[in-house]
């Protein structure tokens, strides 16, 4: 892939998971690079600017801040924070639809916005939902708009879903039952897309990708994990109850749905040939089996 694109992308959300993974990929192609963030003295944001990031501090309620930060860029990429309640779903939307209406008032000639894998229409998950109604803003927008629709974070098996080790045996349990694929990418293919699209070296067949780099049922995933410990492994799935919200609840009942929803991973190979799949980013991402848990 050969940078196209010589002037400078913006990047909200580039102290984060998966706009620092859009910093990297835009970095390794030499693009010059300009962090929107709130604070430019918090450590993050300071990481950045030592490796030549120019940062441009905004407030998503400030829309000078934005316009500002926004002035003579060829290129933004957004993706809107967590949301863990109904209340900051509304949050969700309100930051969404300014930075689309600064990138609107800036003329920005192309954005990218790192949505969630479903956002083509309406699921009744609130932090999907969320999503698809910023999609729906930016395609009003008359913007040229491109999105990235995120499926689950490999790295989430390295916190919320990270497996344990009991008895020598790597245990896996999710509220997802035993037969339905989990589909998953990993967050630096997130970024690599992202960053394709915004230098203009691919693009979005219909406005969209849909990033899966693997689909794997929780037997499947804690099979994977196994194989790479060398242990044996096994999968449990849990109820739905030990979920932390009734958002993600509902998140999880919507994936239980995978098979009306299938997905094309051919697309996001074509765009980024050595996406990950479960095994290589086992690998790649350096994982090692955990300590045994008390009492096993
Ligand atoms: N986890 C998954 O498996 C998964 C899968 C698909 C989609 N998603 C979606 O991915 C998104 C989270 O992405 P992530 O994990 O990359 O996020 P993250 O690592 O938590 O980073 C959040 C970024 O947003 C910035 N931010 C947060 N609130 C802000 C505000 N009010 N104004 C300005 N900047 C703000 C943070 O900046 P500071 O440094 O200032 O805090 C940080 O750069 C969520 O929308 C989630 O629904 C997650």
Redesign the pocket.
Known sequence: MSTQKTGTIAV?????????AVVDALLDHKARVRA????PQ?D??RTLAARGVELAT???DDPASLATALAAVEGFYF?????NSLEEVE??IR?GTALVDAAAEAGVPHVVF?S??GADRESGVP?HDS?HAIEQHLRKSGLRASMVR????ME?FTNVMAPSLEQGEIVLRLPLPNDVPLKMIS?RDIGRVAAALLLDTAQAPGGAVELVGDELTGPQIAAAFGAHAGLPARYEVLPLSVLPTDLDRVMFREFAKAAEYPTDSAVVCSIEPATLDLAEWIRASGWTAPTNVAGS
């Open positions: 909200f959300g580039a102290t984060g998971q998966q706009g620092g929107l963030v709130r604070d918090s993050r944001a905004v407030r998503a993706m809107t924070p967590e949301a949050a969700e930051i790192n969630v894998f932090h999503k995120a499926t689950a974070f989430n967050v």
